[in-house]
């Protein structure tokens, strides 16, 4: 009789402990699918601004879904062309913009200027001679955003906020 009890009361436990580990797992979804979350961010294309070995980067997801984002943020966009691939890139233009744009900076000095559709947004990476943006597969939808990034976190010599591209 003694063993039984013991039983239920380690079976008892095991549940318990199972329970709020669910419990936490559960949080820590919803957390890092509709709050923030960190990300690792790595290629040339945002270089001077993160590294191209690699950053890690805390990323919020309420400004993207409240509209609160703007000219001069660094986002985590979908990319159009891959859908499987998220791109780290800064918006130069909103819904209404002019944007002037070096059409291929490495191979000549040929300028265009498009106006930015409504629900649509123009990204480029700081780095224009390593980045595949906007003035490769045009304006983004609004709906492609995945968050804003906050604050770099990742080397600690590189912790805090993102300081503004050359162009702001």
């Known amino acids: 009789m003694r063993f039984g ?93 002019r944007v002037t744009f070096l059409v291929d900076p490495a191979r000549s000095e040929r300028c265009a200027t498009i106006v930015v559709p409504k629900g649509h947004l123009w990204i480029q990476g700081d780095n224009i001679y390593a980045s595949k943006d906007s003035r490769h597969f045009g304006a983004v939808p609004y709906g492609l955003l995945q968050g804003k990034v906050l604050c770099r976190i990742w080397p600690l010599d590189g912790f805090g906020s993102l300081q503004r591209g050359v162009w702001f």
């Open 5 to 97: 009890g013991q039983w239920r009361s380690v079976a008892r436990e095991a549940w318990d402990r199972s329970l709020i580990m669910a419990k936490f797992l559960c949080l820590l979804h919803v957390v890092d699918t509709y709050l923030c979350s960190s990300v690792l961010v790595y290629g040339p294309s945002m270089f001077p601004t993160l590294n191209p070995t690699g950053d890690v980067v805390l990323a919020e997801r309420v400004s993207t879904w409240l509209g609160i984002v703007g000219r001069g943020d660094v986002v985590l966009v979908r990319a159009p062309d891959n859908p499987r691939k998220i791109v780290t890139k800064r918006i130069i233009g909103m819904e209404g913009d």
